[in-house]
C-alpha cells in the first residue's frame, strides 16, 4: 500500500499539531513561541496549530527545567499523546537546566525523563529559530513509522 | 465598528507574513554565542567565576589550561565578554543551530602554556594587554619578567633588592 | 417518497460526494479569511484534507476508563445523522420529501451538538463536562428562536413538508424566519462571539478533549458536515430558485452557502467571546423578538381561516 503510506507521510508533514507546555520556566520561551503565532510568522501558514489537549497533538513542544511539581504532570501528558510523537525541548531549560542546574527544585535535564528529538538552543531562542526547529521536528515526524513506545509506568492513559 | 474597518483593510493590504522558509536577518551587535581569542587569554578564571549558570569552567592543568563553554548552559547575558580583562571573549553575531542528542555544541578550546626562559617549566601566559592595564610604562625590563615563571620572577626581584641593599 | 432519489441525495448531491469536499472547503475558507482579516497569510487550501488523513492515521492510546463502543460509536452516528440531515435538505424543485420531514431535519440538525454533550461526560474529565454543560446550556438557549422559526415558516406554508416551505412566497414571515435562523448559525456553529463550549484557553477545547485520531477526525467531520447543512438550510429557505438546469441550482447553492460562510467568518474575526448569560439574554431578547413577531404573522392567516 504504497500510495497510501506516500499519503499519510504528506499529510504528517503537512498538518503538525503542536502542545505547549512549560515545567516551570520563566515564560521567555513561552512568549516567543506565541510571536510565532502572531501575523508577522504565522506558522499556521504551514499547518502547525497549536491545540488544547494532548491528545489531539503529534508534537510536544516543552519548555522550562522540569521541576518537581511538574514532573507528573508532564509524564502523564506524554503517555495521553498517542503515536506518532516527537519531543521538542524548546530553549536551554529542558536541555541543560541552564541557569537552574543544581537547585533541589529541579528534576533535571528532559531527557532524563523523555525521549528527546530536538534540541532548540537560545535563551530565549529567536522566533525564526524556533520555527526551523519544529520544522525539523516535522520532518522526522514524517519519517517514523507508528513504533509502540512504551506507556510509562503506572500512570493513567 | 473600529475593528471591522481594520479588518476589512487588512484585505485590501498585503499581509506582513514571512513566507516559509525565509530568513530574518540577525540585528546588530546581536548576543550570540561566545567565541575566544586563544592567543590573547591568560588562563585568569575571571569569566567563569562570573557566569550566572557554569556555561563557561577555566580548568588548569600542568602545561595547559581548558577553557570549555557550553552554549546550550549559556544564558547569553556577556557578564563574561564585559568582565574579560583582556577583551578575549566576544559574542557571535548569529544563534546556534537546533541540535538532535545533548551536548553536541560543547566546545573545549585548549591554550598552551608558553615555558619560563629560565628553568623551563610551563607557565600561565602574561599578555601585553594585561602589562598595559598593570604598569604605566612596559619597559624592556618589565617584558623580560614577564616571560619569566613565577618562581624565577620572585628570584629576580630578590636578586634585584639584594643589589639594591648593597649599594 | 422514492428510495432511489433519497439514496442518489445521500450519496450524490447534497450527500456524500458533495458535502465532504465542500464541508473541507468551508473549514479552509473559514480559517483563510479569518488570517486574510488579521493581516497573515493562512493555511493552504488542502489544510483540512491532510488534517483529516493525519488524525486517521494515528495510533490509538488504550483507554481502560472510557468504553471503546461508545468512544467510536458517538462520533460516527454524529457524521451519518449530519449526513441524513443533508440528504434532506429542499435544494431543487423535484418531489423529494415526504410529509413531517422538516421535523426529521431538524431532529438531525440537533444531533451533532447533542451528541457532543454526551461525548462531554462519557469521556469522564473534567474538561469535557465543562465543555459538555456549557454545549447543553447553549443549546436551550438557540433551540428556542430557531425552533420557533420554523414553526413559524410551517404554520405559514400550512405545511410540514420542506418542498412546499421553500416554495412559498416571499412575505414578512419568511424574512423574519429566515433572518431568525441565520442569527442562530454562529452559536450553532460555535462562532465567536459564542463558542463558548470549545473555548480553547479556558477548557482546552471542550466535549472532544479526550477523543483522538480517528474519533477525532470524525468530530472534525461532523463539523464540517454541520457547516455544510445549517448555512444550507438558510440558503435553501431564504433564497428559492428555481432554475430548471441541475447545474445552476448546484453553483447558486454552493456559492451562497460560501457567501454565507464568508459573513460569519467576518463576524467571528471581529468579536470577542461573550458568557452564558450574556449570550441568552442576547437569544432570549433579540433570537425570540423576531421569531415571536414571525409567528404572530404565520399564525394570523390560519386564526382567521379557522374562525371562519
Redesign the interface.
Known sequence: MSIIQKLVRMARRRSPWLFHLNTGGCNGCDIELSACLTPRYDVEQAGILLVGSPRHADILCVTGPVTCGTRAALETIYAQMPEPKVVVALGNCPATCDVFAGSPAIEGPLDRILPVDIYVPGCPPRPHDLIKGVAQAVAILADQRTRKRPIMEGMNP | MN??SI??K??K?R???????G??PHPKDFRGPVKIQEEKCIGCGLCAYVC???AIQVIEHKDNCEWAY???????CGQCVAVCPVQALGMEGW????????E??NRVHRIPYPLCRECGRPTPPVREAILARAFKEVTLEVLTRSQLCQRCRQRASQRGLVSISKR | MSWEKFFLALFGFPGLLYAVPIAWLMLWLERKFRARMQGRMGPPFYQPFFDFVKLMAKRQVLRPSFDSLLMMGLPLVAVSAGFVALALLPVSSDSRGFAGDVVLLVAFLEVPSLWAVLAGFASRSIFGQVGATREAILSITYNLPFLTAIVALASSAQSLRLIDIAATPTGGVRVLAVLTLGLCLPVKLRLTPFSISNAEQEIYSGPATEFSGPQLAMWELAHGLEWVALTGLVVCLGFPFRTGLWVFSFILFAGLSLVLVIFLTILAAGTARLKIPQAARFYWRWGMGLAVVALILGVLPNIERFCR
Open positions: 475593528i471591522f479588518l476589512i487588512n484585505l493590504v499581509p506582513i507574513t514571512l513566507r516559509f522558509p530568513e530574518v550566572v549558570s557554569n557550553s552554549p546550550g548552559s549559556c544564558t547569553f544563534s546556534a543551530p537546533s541540535y538532535f542528542r545533548a553536541a555544541l
